[in-house]
């Protein structure tokens, strides 16, 4: 496997009960305010989390332009050294039940890997934040493909009005049953809700990494 050079932060606690992997979207690298709330909740929870930047971001923060996300086959090579160097570099990780996951793309990578059989023996799950089912306004051009193929249970927290997959349109959807998925009322694709609904975002962000918590804990006894 190519060994890619990356940076990431890995936020530890006391007596982790789980590691998760949580990668960024394409719009907002690792540091993102709703990386870093989900990080220091999840870390509330006992469990350990390991943020990083995919190369295209590193790419953008040193070079101060936008450039667009690598192709799914490079984010690939990535998420997978990104595995290979957690389990190999510290021996205490193996022990841990791993969850891999993330935000938008992020996710769409990480539930694209659960169904190789080499991730499949290193997981027990996979979470998806804001899953993009489909570009915006393309709702024609679906990415089921993930989510139809994965060998592990699958928890997708989506906003109901997320324009890159609502709830309206993800219940007509042909997935795996291994896939669950929860909706934030009125949340878009970052789980904010309009002030009108009565939600706030910080609600919606707390609701999320609870439900997380949860199937982290049904999974990993389910070894």
Do not use: W
Not at 26 to 43: C, K, P, T, V, Y
Not at 148 to 164: E, P, S, W, Y
Not at 192 to 210: C, D, L, W
């Amino acid at each position: 496997m190519e060994n890619i050079i990356i940076s990431k932060i890995e936020n530890k606690v006391d007596n982790p009960i789980a590691q998760i992997i949580f990668a960024h979207g394409a719009g907002a690298d690792m540091h993102h305010e709703f990386m870093e709330q989900a990080s220091i909740l999840l870390n509330k929870a006992n469990i350990n989390v390991l943020r990083f930047n995919f190369p295209f971001m590193d790419k953008r923060i040193a070079l101060g332009k936008r450039y667009p996300p690598d192709r799914m086959p490079k984010l690939i090579a990535c998420y997978k050294d990104v595995i290979a160097n957690l389990l190999v570099i510290d021996s205490t990780h193996a022990k841990l039940p791993l969850f891999i996951g993330g935000k938008s793309m992020g996710s769409r990578v990480a539930a694209t890997i659960a169904a190789e059989d080499d991730i499949t023996k290193l997981i027990q799950g996979v979470f998806c934040i804001g899953y993009p089912f489909h570009p915006t306004k393309k709702p024609e051009k679906l990415r089921l493909e993930p989510l139809q193929n994965t060998k592990k249970a699958v928890l997708i927290l989506q906003g109901d009005r997320d324009t890159l997959g609502s709830q309206v349109e993800i219940e007509q959807y042909d997935v795996s049953p291994l896939c669950q998925t929860i909706f934030l009322p009125d949340g878009d694709h970052s789980l904010k809700p309009r002030v009108k609904s009565g939600y706030t975002h910080q609600q919606h962000i707390e609701t999320a990494v609870n439900a997380l918590v949860k199937f982290i804990q049904k999974e990993s006894s389910n070894d």
